[in-house]
T-cell receptor, first 113, second 114 residues
Framework: ELKVEQNPLFLSMQEGKNYTIYCNYSTTSDRLYWYRQDPGKSLESLFVLLSNGAVKQEGRLMASLDTKARLSTLHITAAVHDLSATYFCAVDLLIQGAQKLVFGQGTRLTINP | NAGVTQTPKFQVLKTGQSMTLQCAQDMNHEYMSWYRQDPGMGLRLIHYSVGAGITDQGEVPNGYNVSRSTTEDFPLRLLSAAPSQTSVYFC?????????????FGPGTRLTVT
């Protein structure tokens, strides 16, 4: 059974600081996704990581994937208030052509001025 | 494109009532799925479909039925609502096949069962 664990689950940080959210998973997979969710809203896709060593960057966010360690990281550089949200990682199990996403618990990020 | 749409946005049911949550997409995606989101548990897959006429169970299928008669629509039926089904429900869609694509999520339906 695939388990996906995020760390930390809650993170409060100051603007301008750097921090990293970790996503560990228990079964081999080469595909991992990061999503953002604002309160009361739906999920917005941030990054799609499809191979070992993949690194993607968008603004102050950078995601990476190490399939051997079964670990993905989401790094926040010089945080700004607008990045306050809940961040989910999701690992993809492809079974007979069907994509099944297993989500982590989410990391609620609060960025204070 | 409207993307993925869901109706209703909010719903209150009494225990034992049945209802259907509607989901539609206009992107010609083959793959559609239903998730429920509960506090501290992320999203959990209820049912999914890889194309019209083909559905399968996800992680938490009990108490829910689905059907897929068209590519566009993927309704979720609650047969006899229970308080444990109080949750936020998201429908998602993506291209299918061996090329993996990100899933697009609908706005969600907040369901309360009393």
């Amino acid at each position: 059974e695939l388990k996906v664990e995020q760390n930390p689950l809650f993170l409060s940080m100051q603007e301008g600081k750097n921090y990293t959210i970790y996503c560990n998973y228990s079964t081999t997979s080469d595909r991992l996704y990061w999503y953002r969710q604002d309160p009361g809203k739906s999920l917005e896709s941030l990054f799609v990581l499809l191979s070992n060593g993949a690194v993607k960057q968008e603004g102050r966010l950078m995601a990476s994937l190490d399939t051997k360690a079964r670990l993905s990281t989401l790094h926040i550089t010089a945080a700004v208030h607008d990045l306050s949200a809940t961040y989910f990682c999701a690992v993809d199990l492809l079974i007979q052509g069907a994509q099944k996403l297993v989500f982590g618990q989410g990391t609620r990020l609060t960025i204070n001025p | 494109n409207a993307g993925v749409t869901q109706t209703p946005k909010f719903q209150v049911l009494k225990t034992g009532q049945s209802m259907t949550l509607q989901c539609a997409q206009d992107m010609n995606h083959e793959y559609m799925s239903w998730y429920r989101q509960d506090p501290g548990m992320g999203l959990r897959l209820i049912h999914y479909s890889v194309g019209a006429g083909i559905t399968d169970q996800g992680e938490v299928p009990n108490g829910y039925n689905v059907s897929r008669s068209t590519t566009e629509d993927f309704p979720l039926r609650l047969l006899s609502a229970a308080p444990s089904q109080t949750s936020v429900y998201f429908c998602a869609s993506s291209y299918s096949g061996l090329a993996i694509h990100e899933q697009y999520f609908g706005p969600g339906t907040r369901l309360t069962v009393t």
